[in-house]
């Protein structure tokens, strides 16, 4: 059977990829967070006096990398779910299809009682 519905498979595949690409982003941006506050935190131990604030910085670095993490990650998954979902309803939409085709080929017609 012929395929149906090309804008919605190029949507589709837009999500998919929009998911991906949001994942591979997200784990770029929390590692480069946790990265960047260590080494905040070290530049500012050589700088300042006084470890309370600085750890604190630190924590609160990797704490922002974490949830920036979850976020991304639950942005992405509805993402890639979306553009999942629309193949799902396209694929659902197939195979309705081809049963329909397949019951009109088979079908015969009704026995009809005399009377």
């Known amino acids: 059977m012929e395929k149906r519905f090309g804008v919605l498979r190029f949507i589709g595949t837009v ?3 929009l998911g ?3 994942a591979v982003l997200t784990i770029i ?9 260590v080494a905040g935190t070290a530049f500012l131990q050589t ?3 006084g470890m309370g604030m600085i ?3 630190a924590v ?3 704490i922002a990398a974490v949830f920036a993490l979850l976020a991304g990650a639950i942005n992405a998954m ?3 779910g979306l553009g999942e979902g629309i193949f799902l309803a396209l694929a659902v939409e197939e195979n309705t299809r081809k049963t329909s085709v397949l019951m009109q080929q088979y ?6 009682p005399e009377v």
């Open 78 to 80: 509805w993402l890639y």
């Open 107 to 112: 079908s015969t017609d009704p026995i009809v």
């Open 15 to 17: 999500f998919k990829i």
């Open 20 to 22: 991906v690409i949001v």
């Open 55 to 57: 750890v604190n910085g």
């Open 47 to 49: 700088m300042q006096e």
């Open 60 to 62: 609160a670095g990797i």
């Open 29 to 37: 941006g929390a590692v480069a967070m946790c990265v960047i506050s």
